[in-house]
């Protein structure tokens, strides 16, 4: 089974603004969420973990990493969307700037793109072709990534072409297999041994 984690918190996060593949490191909020999720990783018993090579996952999977004693195996296919000329700028600017994008964007409207960025089809296909290969490996597994990266793989996963509305929270982990309404405990004993 495939688990997905979404990394701490960053500046960025806070202020509603657009990090994309920036590399925008944790704030000490996110700091302390990647040691938490690291704490919560332990239990299911992972044999690999990947993640995103951007800073923000890299800070929290070498929690996961210190924690787990497991080396991370890094992805860019994990990534987040490239955010294009929308990096670093604010949602309350791109709101105002461009609200039919800024709502797109919002609703994850399968068709979005970001004007000089990527798609969310774009990314789905390369977040897809990295999980098909996790999948031939060792599992359980557990990929830190990003929101939209799960968003968009979870909803693959149901057969729909885009990542839909609604955040992934910071340092949460997700069953691919499950989505969020699984992701509120860690499994036990008997349950990890059977996956």
Not at 25 to 47: C, I, M, S, W
Not at 76 to 95: C, I, N, Q, V
Not at 168 to 173: P, S
Not at 174 to 192: I, M, W
């Amino acid at each position: 089974m495939i688990y997905l984690a979404r990394h701490g918190r960053t500046p960025y996060n806070d202020e509603g603004r657009f990090q994309g593949q920036g590399d925008v490191p944790l704030d000490e909020t996110g700091l302390r969420q990647a040691r938490e999720l690291a704490e919560n990783a332990v239990p299911y018993g992972f044999k690999v973990l990947w993640a995103s090579p951007l800073i923000r996952a890299r800070q929290t999977a070498e929690a996961v990493a210190a924690a787990t004693g497991l080396e991370i195996r890094f992805d860019p296919r994990l990534m987040e969307t490239h955010t294009g000329d929308w990096t670093d700028r604010s949602f309350a600017e791109m709101l105002a700037a461009d609200p039919e994008g800024f709502e797109a964007w919002r609703v994850g409207d399968p068709g979005f793109a970001f004007p000089g960025g990527e798609s969310f089809q774009e990314q789905g296909d390369r977040v897809m072709a990295a999980i098909a290969e996790i999948e031939q490996g060792p599992q359980p597994a557990l990929v830190v990534c990003h929101g939209v990266a799960i968003r968009l793989a979870l909803a693959r996963r149901r057969g729909e072409p885009g990542p839909g509305p609604g955040p992934i929270a910071n340092g949460a982990i997700v069953p691919l297999d499950g989505g969020v309404a699984a992701a509120e405990k860690p499994p036990s004993a008997t349950e990890t041994a059977a996956s």
